[in-house]
C-alpha cells in the first residue's frame, strides 16, 4: 500500500524537499531502509480512474520489445527520465535513472519490485523544480490528463533537453473495430491532442509512425488488430480504458463474434492476416535536443 501512517505537516514540507530535488529522493529510494523510501516513493493521495480499472492491467499491458526500442532510440542517451502517467513501469529504461509519477495506487501496486522510484502526483502539477530532468516520457498517458496543455507543459518545464510522448492521432482514421464500435472514436477523439498541440506545447517536434506489430504484447486499444477473437475477452477490454467508457458495447461484441464464426469477419477484413505491422494512428512525438 503507498500510503503508511498520518502525513504530519512536518513530513509534508520534508517530502516537498525531498521531492525538489530527484537525484536527492533516488539516492534515498535505494540506499534507505524501505520504511523511509516508501515515504520518498509516494506522497499524495487522489482518487483515480485507474484505481477502478487498473487491476490487473500489468498481466495484459506487457512492454512491447519493439515499441520499447523506438522508444529508447526516441529518448537517446539522456541520463536522467521522469516517466509521467507511468503506470506499472511498462517502457522505463533500467539503465538510467528513472523517476515515475502515477496518481493510481492500483497501478502503483502493480510496479514490480526494484523498479524506479514514483512519486503520486498529477500530471498537471509535477511536485519537481525546472529541469530536474534530462528527459521527460509519457506513454499512452496524455489523453488521461484533466488539462493536457498544462500537463505537457509541466512535462517541459521538468525536463531540460528532451520530451518523448506516445500518443494516438485523433486525425487517424480507425481501423475495423471501430466499424464495431464507432463510439469508441467519439470517445477517444476528443481525448487525445492533435498533433499540432504538441508543437504548440513542447516547440518543435519530430512525429514517428508507430506501426504496431501483429503479435504486439501490450495489449493496448489497437494491439488485437490482427487478433480479433482477443476483443471477446473481459480481461483484454478491462486493461483498455476505453472500453470502460462505453455505454453498451454488449451488442456490438455479440455481432463481432458472430461474424468471426460465420466467416464474415475474415471475408471483410481478411486482408489484414497477411500483414506483420500496421499504422493505426499510434505516434511518438520528440521534442528537444
Ligand atoms: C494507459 S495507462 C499507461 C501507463 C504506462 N505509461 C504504460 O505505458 O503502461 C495510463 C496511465 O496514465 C495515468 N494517469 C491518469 N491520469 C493521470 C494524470 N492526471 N497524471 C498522470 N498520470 C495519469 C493512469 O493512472 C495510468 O497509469
Known amino acids: 500500500m503507498p500510503v503508511f501512517g498520518p502525513i504530519t505537516p512536518g513530513l509534508r514540507l520534508g517530502i516537498a524537499v525531498l521531492m525538489s530535488v530527484p537525484s536527492l529522493m533516488i539516492f534515498v529510494s535505494i540506499v534507505a531502509p524501505k520504511s523511509v523510501s516508501r515515504w520518498a516513493n509516494v506522497v499524495v493521495v487522489m482518487q483515480a480512474l485507474y484505481d477502478q480499472i487498473g487491476c490487473g492491467y500489468a498481466n495484459i499491458r506487457k512492454p512491447d520489445v519493439r515499441i520499447a526500442k523506438a522508444i529508447r532510440r526516441a529518448l537517446g542517451d539522456r541520463g536522467s527520465v521522469v516517466n509521467v502517467g507511468a503506470g506499472a513501469g511498462s517502457y522505463e529504461p533500467l539503465d538510467r535513472h528513472v523517476v515515475a509519477v502515477e496518481p493510481s495506487t492500483t497501478m502503483i501496486a502493480q510496479r514490480p519490485a526494484g523498479s524506479a522510484p514514483v512519486v503520486q502526483a498529477n500530471a498537471v502539477s509535477l511536485p519537481f ?31 531540460r533537453h528532451r520530451v518523448v510522448v506516445l500518443t494516438w492521432d485523433p486525425a487517424s482514421p480507425g481501423f475495423w473495430l471501430t466499424d464495431y464500435l464507432p463510439e469508441i472514436l467519439d470517445i477517444d477523439r476528443p481525448l487525445f491532442p492533435a498533433i499540432s498541440d504538441f508543437e504548440r506545447a513542447l516547440g518543435p517536434t519530430r512525429v514517428e509512425t508507430l506501426p504496431i506489430p501483429h503479435d504486439c504484447t501490450d495489449g493496448f486499444l489497437g494491439a488485437y488488430w490482427r487478433r480479433p477473437d482477443a476483443y471477446l475477452d473481459q480481461r483484454v477490454r478491462g486493461a483498455i480504458s476505453t472500453f470502460s467508457k462505453l455505454s453498451d458495447p454488449g451488442p456490438s461484441l455479440e455481432r463481432l463474434n458472430k461474424d468471426l464464426e460465420s466467416g464474415t469477419w475474415r471475408q471483410r477484413y481478411g486482408g489484414l492476416l497477411t500483414k506483420t505491422e500496421l499504422d493505426l494512428g499510434y505516434r511518438l512525438i520528440v521534442a528537444g535536443a
Open 129 to 159: 523544480i525546472n529541469d530536474s530532468f534530462d528527459a521527460g516520457l509519457a506513454i499512452l498517458t496524455v489523453h488521461h490528463w484533466p488539462d493536457r496543455m498544462r500537463g505537457l507543459l509541466e512535462l517541459q518545464r521538468v525536463s
